[in-house]
């Protein structure tokens, strides 16, 4: 298996990829080739020297192949990380959806790197491919990639868990500011529509006949909805 790139960044899925030993020949099975296979058939190699044998280039196949999941995994840590910078104030969901992408890319890659491992050390055993010291060499530096691009995948993959819980908290706490804080506005607001209502109704009220009733009930009014900001904001409110 080998990892391919989506149009969203850090988003993969994995293809497989069959090589037939022929003599003197290698027959790749496979949905499309990867550029790796196109550097190949160019004779642009990467990890081995020279084309020994026919093993020589099934390594530096799955050596690409290791390399390219420790890219991907790095890749969805980049993805995450500024994820992680815009859910810091964020309610949206969208950044919630974009994580549950990133953790079906990390659960693909995951997958992949653990099946092809045991290839891998079948190949370093030598046990149906004849490779000399220095393809062994070559072979170590792809389960070297393969290692480490499993130990990625899971740090990734144990991150981007603790990460859905962390911020799905973060966003309904970032929420229930949003709606403490309109209902401490709705309180403040709501004063001047209580006081109009007493000195709207026909009945007898102090300053009633006053010729600055209006004037002291615009003051009142102030005053009260400054001493509810102060005694929310004191309550953390507001």
């Known amino acids: 298996l080998y990892p391919i790139a989506t149009e969203n960044p850090g988003s993969y899925y994995n293809r497989s990829i069959a090589i037939i030993l022929l003599p003197g020949k290698i027959v790749t099975c496979l949905h499309n080739n990867p550029e790796f296979i196109n550097d190949i058939l160019k004779n642009d190699f990467e990890i081995i020297s020279e084309v020994k044998q026919i093993s020589s280039i099934i390594i530096e196949i799955v050596w690409h192949i290791a390399r390219g999941f420790v890219l991907a995994s790095r890749e969805v840590q980049v993805q995450m990380d500024k994820i992680h910078a815009k859910l810091r104030g ?135 909805m400054v001493l509810a900001v102060f005694l929310l904001k004191r309550k953390d409110l507001l």
Request: glycine share 2%.
């Open 90 to 224: 964020s309610t949206k969901s969208d950044h919630l959806l974009r994580l549950a992408d990133l953790d079906k890319s990390i659960i693909f890659l995951n997958t992949a790197i653990s099946e092809n491992q045991p290839i891998l050390e079948e190949m370093a055993s030598a046990s149906f491919i004849a490779i000399d010291d220095m393809e062994k060499a070559w072979l170590h530096d792809a389960l070297v990639e393969n290692h480490q691009a499993d130990r990625m995948a899971d740090q990734t993959k144990q991150m981007l868990k603790q990460m859905d819980t962390t911020f799905a908290s973060i966003i309904q706490n970032n929420l229930n500011d949003i709606v403490k804080i309109l209902t401490s506005v709705t309180i403040i607001i709501t004063i001047p529509t209580i006081i109009s209502g007493f000195w709207g109704m026909n009945v007898g009220l102090p300053l009633f006949d006053h010729p600055n009733a209006f004037a002291y009930m615009l003051m009142l009014t102030l005053a009260l």
